[in-house]
């Protein structure tokens, strides 16, 4: 039973369109008390961020239906998102990725062939660490 001292659940909207990767994400963030949401392309992941105002998204550039770029400009856009913190998650190289993600505001860019499995528990944990006071 939740005491009244328990912080609110954190919540995360996954944005990534290979399945067996978003719920290895969903599964593990799950694991470590987040609340999890998927949005398999673009049009679902602005769906849940503007639902669910999450703390994080996880985003990944290169998903069907709106890029993860123009995403992320909604995001910046609009009054539910624009300070939503945002760490990309791309198979593409940063040199690759759309020019202007540093003046959107993200908290990160990890290339996920490079990420091993307890990465994203780490990075997340990073972005999301609040002080207790």
Known sequence: MDTPTT????????????????????TRLELLGYTCFIG???ITGLYFIQQEVPDLV?????????PGGKVLETMRASSWGKDIKVLI??????????????ELGIAGYVIKANM??????NLVAGILKTPSF
Not at 89 to 102: R, T
């Open 40 to 42: 398999y392309n673009g």
């Open 58 to 66: 996880l985003l990944d550039l290169m998903i069907p239906d709106i």
């Open 7 to 26: 912080p609110p659940t954190q919540k995360i909207v996954i944005v990534e369109d290979n399945s067996a990767l978003a719920e290895i994400y969903k």
């Open 89 to 102: 998650i791309s198979n593409l190289n940063q040199a690759e990725a759309p020019s202007n993600l540093a």
């Open 116 to 121: 091993a499995n307890d990465d994203i528990d």
